[in-house]
Protein backbone atom coordinates (compact mmCIF):
# COMPACT_ATOMS: atom_id res chain seq x y z
CA UNK A 1 0.00 0.00 0.00
CA UNK A 2 1.84 3.28 -0.95
CA UNK A 3 1.30 5.94 1.56
CA UNK A 4 3.19 9.24 1.76
CA UNK A 5 2.76 11.96 5.08
CA UNK A 6 0.75 14.80 4.93
CA UNK A 7 -0.37 17.75 6.72
CA UNK A 8 -2.29 19.68 4.36
CA UNK A 9 -5.51 18.54 2.96
CA UNK A 10 -5.83 20.50 -0.60
CA UNK A 11 -2.30 19.38 -1.30
CA UNK A 12 -2.84 15.53 -0.98
CA UNK A 13 -6.20 15.58 -2.74
CA UNK A 14 -3.86 17.51 -5.78
CA UNK A 15 -1.70 14.97 -5.07
CA UNK A 16 -4.18 12.42 -5.72
CA UNK A 17 -5.72 13.71 -8.85
CA UNK A 18 -2.24 14.70 -10.12
CA UNK A 19 -2.37 11.02 -12.26
CA UNK A 20 -3.94 9.83 -15.12
CA UNK A 21 -5.58 6.84 -13.68
CA UNK A 22 -8.61 7.36 -12.02
CA UNK A 23 -10.37 3.43 -10.61
CA UNK A 24 -10.50 3.69 -7.21
CA UNK A 25 -9.14 4.87 -3.78
CA UNK A 26 -9.03 3.70 -0.27
CA UNK A 27 -8.96 6.51 2.46
CA UNK A 28 -8.67 5.31 5.94
CA UNK A 29 -9.54 7.38 8.77
CA UNK A 30 -10.72 7.52 12.57
CA UNK A 31 -12.49 10.91 11.54
CA UNK A 32 -15.41 8.85 9.05
CA UNK A 33 -16.64 12.48 7.98
CA UNK A 34 -13.38 13.54 7.39
CA UNK A 35 -12.35 10.46 5.15
CA UNK A 36 -15.94 11.07 3.30
CA UNK A 37 -15.02 14.32 2.56
CA UNK A 38 -11.72 14.03 1.02
CA UNK A 39 -13.40 10.70 -0.97
CA UNK A 40 -15.70 13.05 -2.29
CA UNK A 41 -13.18 15.38 -4.12
CA UNK A 42 -10.79 12.27 -5.41
CA UNK A 43 -11.11 11.85 -9.16
CA UNK A 44 -12.03 7.97 -9.06
CA UNK A 45 -14.93 5.62 -10.00
CA UNK A 46 -14.69 3.97 -6.78
CA UNK A 47 -13.99 5.13 -3.01
CA UNK A 48 -13.36 2.56 -0.21
CA UNK A 49 -13.23 4.12 3.56
CA UNK A 50 -11.55 2.31 6.08
CA UNK A 51 -11.73 -1.24 3.70
CA UNK A 52 -9.83 -2.32 0.91
CA UNK A 53 -11.44 -2.35 -2.02
CA UNK A 54 -14.26 -5.29 -2.32
CA UNK A 55 -17.12 -4.05 -4.60
CA UNK A 56 -20.13 -4.90 -4.69
CA UNK A 57 -21.67 -6.02 -8.21
CA UNK A 58 -25.18 -4.14 -7.04
CA UNK A 59 -23.34 -0.72 -7.60
CA UNK A 60 -21.48 0.24 -10.38
CA UNK A 61 -17.74 -0.90 -11.06
CA UNK A 62 -15.86 1.78 -13.40
CA UNK A 63 -13.03 4.37 -13.09
CA UNK A 64 -12.38 8.37 -13.93
CA UNK A 65 -9.61 9.77 -16.81
CA UNK A 66 -8.15 6.47 -18.24
CA UNK A 67 -9.09 3.90 -16.10
CA UNK A 68 -11.68 2.65 -18.46
CA UNK A 69 -15.02 3.85 -20.70
CA UNK A 70 -18.15 3.47 -18.96
CA UNK A 71 -19.37 1.52 -15.80
CA UNK A 72 -20.42 -2.18 -15.67
CA UNK A 73 -22.88 -3.40 -13.10
CA UNK A 74 -25.77 -1.69 -11.29
CA UNK A 75 -28.31 0.85 -12.43
CA UNK A 76 -25.59 3.27 -12.26
CA UNK A 77 -23.82 1.63 -15.40
CA UNK A 78 -26.91 3.75 -17.36
CA UNK A 79 -25.17 6.51 -16.94
CA UNK A 80 -21.40 5.66 -18.58
CA UNK A 81 -21.36 9.22 -19.94
CA UNK A 82 -21.14 10.64 -16.54
CA UNK A 83 -18.40 10.53 -14.35
CA UNK A 84 -19.52 8.32 -11.91
CA UNK A 85 -18.30 7.94 -7.55
CA UNK A 86 -19.34 5.29 -5.53
CA UNK A 87 -18.42 5.77 -1.66
CA UNK A 88 -17.67 2.26 0.41
CA UNK A 89 -18.00 3.06 4.11
CA UNK A 90 -17.33 0.44 6.97
CA UNK A 91 -17.60 2.09 10.66
Not at 23 to 39: E, N, Y
Amino acid sequence: MPTQPWTDESEVIARANNTQSGLGACVWSKDVSLAVHIGQQLEVGSVFINSFEKPTFKAAIGGFKQSGFGFEGGSQALTEYCNVQVMYIQK
